[in-house]
């Protein structure tokens, strides 16, 4: 079947009319009957005008103008060249490890994991490679651990395989309490079998027999697929005892995390499963080494796990040629906030933030002017535009002052406010502090009283002496990375934006138009056309008038929604 | 050693082995608060009502999260298709088009793999 297919990528919106030239050109030439016209909703193009795509030939044309019709009918469908000054050499920026099966199989079905490639990775582990060998190959691929610390993964299984112990334990940490973060869910929920046989190949290598999948208690799908696949492993013979055939005994059960923020910490989780308060112990001792009930216990992430079937299953050498110098693979990104695609994105390590907002994500939302990236949730930072170019890995992020995380990424435009970003990232921190530390406790009430003053108007320059001041004492005496990293908003805008904070604090104004005691709406006569528009849609009745006399904002009735800023067509009310 | 109760690689051979024009939609949160459940139910209830031999089938989530309710359809002689935020008018646009009459829809298309 030959297809045409059709997208306006931006700016104008003339899908529809080249989309008629095709069928009317197609028909004068008598050709209309072979051929498929069709206009896509997406075609994973943005920005580059009218994309044609032509099947079968996989043919792609960019900028595409009326004129050009008649051309790719002579020169493309009828001769069968291509023409050089439209084509478009595109490629898709995805890479699918973690998510290979998510959308693919139905993640019930444990066959249908076994028909991508699925618990080939243990089988081969169990019949030919001693755990050293595994250790091997988990350095070779260079994995490190996805839960945002990035520690190798490798490292983590070799400390614990050192420790001679009767009992050893394997979590896998699916608590994902970063607001924004959802890819540990969408795995769960899409392929639950790639983490169980990821948990099955490191219990094999660090010598533990039990493992414990904890999930927080919000996901009920995932929890409900997990289980599932547990029963479907048991049956085929997957969990048990003689595993495969091979002598090996491992089994898993699934543990509900409360959905407190700080269990997601490792040593507050293992407390948590030990049925204690959910809260972060000192360490070393490493769980490694010491971990659920003084075992020594691996605890990694759902997406470092879900790699681990396909390295052992390709090789580790196989999954080092993706990614950065330092950072090997891909990450899996939830990508929110201010972007067109608001998408779940698997790319390799190294890709650009460009490319990430504007090749994937499709670009900004309304053509608004973008601001910056917030990577980490509340434990990173920003990126500002003019630092798009960086290339996302690790070691990157933290030069920045952000971290990679477990992988929420907001994407910031004209209209947020970086005082008010951080004031809610902190409020997440001190809201979710277990409280057992001091730092931790007052250090973040602290800052957030001096942030809630400066996004009121209310703060003076020696307050942001203290911020930093405060911020620095966090990182260093708290005692776990709930605390240790929860200034990282504030450090990071306060570097990257400081003139945001000396305009709130000097001049009392917010641009961004979210601190609602710093700024108004007000209507620019000269420009008003008296439509009303603004007087209709103002929800609390704060702008009297009529078509004659023009219209006014009662400053004391107006709560700042800015509905009338965004519906007026002429631009006539300023903020 | 004894042998174990499954045999993968029989498995892998049988499930690929499956041929047949089949509907998947994406099942997971994500897809189901955007109404996909809605969706699956309205393809059985048109598989039914109409006799068709296709399979239904659920998957995960496959990212496009801007488009959800998602589905992917294979049939003989068409693409694959992944078309995005259908709901129950698109579902029977679905059959009657791009199943029974083989074209493809207009302004739902969010990706298409040509073999
Ligand atoms: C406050 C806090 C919350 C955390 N939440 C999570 C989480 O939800 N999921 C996760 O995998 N790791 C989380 N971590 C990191 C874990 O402590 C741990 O480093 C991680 O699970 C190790 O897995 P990995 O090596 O595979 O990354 C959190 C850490 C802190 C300090
Ligand atoms: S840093 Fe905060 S969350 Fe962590 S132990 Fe201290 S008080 Fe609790
Ligand atoms: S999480 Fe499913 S489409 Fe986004």
């Known amino acids: 079947m030959k297809i045409i297919l059709i997208k306006d990528t931006g700016p104008t919106e003339k899908t529809k009319i080249i989309y008629d030239l095709f069928n009317a050109l197609l028909r004068d030439a008598g050709m209309h009957a072979d051929y498929q016209v069709v206009r896509a909703a997406d075609i994973g193009i943005y920005g580059k005008g009218v994309v044609v795509k032509i099947f079968p030939g996989d043919i792609v044309y960019q900028n595409v103008q009326e004129d050009d019709v008649n051309n790719i009918i002579d020169t493309t469908l009828k001769q069968n060249k291509p023409i050089k000054d439209l084509r478009l050499d595109f490629q898709n920026k995805q890479i699918r490890i973690v998510l290979r099966n998510c959308g693919v199989i139905d993640p019930e079905k444990i066959d249908d994991y076994i028909g991508q490639d699925g618990y080939q990775g243990i089988k081969k582990v169990l019949q030919k490679f001693d755990p050293e060998k595994v250790i091997d190959e988990m350095k070779t691929s260079g994995l490190r651990g996805r839960g945002g610390g990035g520690f190798p993964t490798w490292m983590k299984w070799n400390f614990a395989r050192g420790v001679e112990m009767d009992q050893k334990y394997i979590i896998c940490n699916a608590d994902e309490g970063d607001p924004g973060a959802y890819m540990d869910r969408s795995v769960l929920e899409g392929d639950p079998h790639s983490v169980l046989e990821g948990m099955m190949i490191a219990g094999y290598t660090v010598g533990a027999s039990k493992g414990y999948l904890y999930i927080r208690a919000e996901y009920p799908l995932a929890i409900e697929r997990c289980q599932k696949a547990i029963d479907q492993a048991r049956v085929y013979g997957f969990l048990g005892e003689n595993i495969l055939g091979c002598g090996f005994n491992f089994d898993l059960d699934i543990r509900l995390g409360a959905g407190a923020f700080v269990c997601g910490e490792e040593t507050a989780l293992i407390a948590s499963i030990e049925g204690k308060r959910g809260c972060p112990q000192p360490r070393p001792p490493y769980p490694s080494i010491k971990g659920l009930w003084g075992k020594p216990t691996v605890i990694n992430n759902v997406e470092t796990l879900a790699n681990v079937p396909v390295i052992l299953h390709k090789g580790g050498a196989w999954f080092s040629k993706i990614g950065s110098e330092t950072s090997k693979g891909t990450k899996v990104f939830a990508l929110t906030g201010k972007v067109q695609n608001s998408s779940l994105i698997e790319v390799p390590m190294g890709i650009t933030l460009r490319e990430i907002v504007f090749d994937i994500g499709g670009g900004v939302l309304d053509n608004k002017k973008i601001k910056a990236i917030q990577t980490g949730g509340p434990s990173g930072g920003v990126v500002p535009e003019d630092l798009f170019d960086t290339p996302v890995d690790y070691e990157n992020l933290l030069k920045l002052g952000s971290i990679m995380g477990s992988g929420g990424m907001i994407v910031m435009d004209e209209d947020d406010c970086m005082i008010d970003i951080s004031k809610f990232y902190l409020g997440f921190c001190v809201e979710e502090s277990c409280g057992k530390c001091a730092p931790c406790r007052i250090g973040g009430t602290q800052l957030l009283n001096i942030l809630t003053d400066i996004s009121e108007g209310k703060a003076t320059m020696s307050d942001l002496d203290r911020l930093t001041k405060i911020s620095s004492a966090m990182q260093k005496a708290s005692l776990c990375g709930l605390g240790q990293s929860a200034a990282n908003p504030v450090l990071s805008t306060l570097k990257f934006f400081k003139k945001e904070y000396h305009g709130h604090i000097v001049e009392k104004t917010c641009q961004a138009g979210k601190c609602s005691g710093l700024f108004k709406y007000e209507i620019i006569q000269k420009k008003c056309k008296r439509c009303g528009l603004c007087q209709r849609n103002c929800p609390v009745g704060a702008i009297p008038g009529d078509k004659d006399k023009g219209y006014l904002i009662e400053q004391e009735k107006c709560i700042r929604c800015g509905r009338c800023f965004d519906v007026c067509k002429f631009e006539a009310v300023a903020r | ?115």
């Open chain 2, 1 to 115: 050693m004894s042998s174990s109760k499954v045999n993968i690689d029989e498995i892998k051979k049988n499930i690929n082995k499956k041929s047949g024009d089949w509907i998947k939609v994406g099942m997971s949160t994500c897809g189901i608060a955007a109404g996909a459940d809605k969706v699956l139910e309205k393809f059985q209830e048109e598989k039914e009502r109409r006799n068709l031999d296709i399979r239904l089938e659920k998957c995960g989530c496959a990212g496009m999260c801007y488009a959800e309710p998602l589905v992917e359809i294979r049939v003989k002689g068409m693409p694959q298709v992944v078309y995005g935020k259908v709901d129950a008018k698109v579902v029977v646009e679905i059959i009657d088009r791009h199943v029974l009459r083989k074209q493809l829809l207009d302004d739902h298309i969010y990706n298409i793999k040509v073999q």
